[in-house]
């Protein structure tokens, strides 16, 4: 059974951490790229950070750069977001993605597979 299940999310202050993971199945993450969105209500998707199979190259929106990292666990199907210096603008609910057709990394477009979300919420 295809599943994305994402975790971690919760409520914390400005300047602190959060790590979300994305549980996998089998068929949604072997030999495939991931990434992490991000959506708040009344906006579009936004693309957080992506990393690559293979090579295991990595990318990230500019808001987050130096301070967020994805990451990848093989042998247990999982994805990660290492979220660190946490700032209100960074509240919205994360999606976990995976297998990447066409399109750039950051478009919701280009990727089949969705979890359901976890909520960040960061307070000032």
């Known amino acids: 059974q295809r599943q994305l299940v994402e975790s971690g999310g919760g409520s914390v202050q400005a300047g602190g951490s959060l790590r979300l993971s994305c549980a996998a199945s089998?068929?949604?993450?072997?030999?495939?790229?991931m990434a992490w969105f991000r959506q708040v209500p009344g906006k579009s998707r936004e693309g957080v950070a992506a990393?690559?199979?293979?090579?295991?190259?990595?990318y990230y929106a500019d808001s987050v750069k130096g301070r967020f990292t994805i990451s990848r666990d093989n042998a247990n199907y999982s994805l990660y977001l290492q979220m660190n210096s946490l700032n209100p603008e960074d509240t919205a609910m994360y999606y976990c993605?995976?297998?990447?057709?066409?399109?750039?990394?950051?478009?919701?477009?280009?990727?089949?597979?969705w979890g359901q979300g976890t909520q960040v919420t960061v307070s000032s």
């Open positions: 990393i690559y199979t293979g090579g295991g190259a990595t």
């Open positions: 993605a995976s297998r990447k057709v066409v399109g750039t990394w950051d478009e919701a477009s280009a990727w089949i597979y």
């Open positions: 089998a068929d949604t993450y072997s030999g495939y790229s």
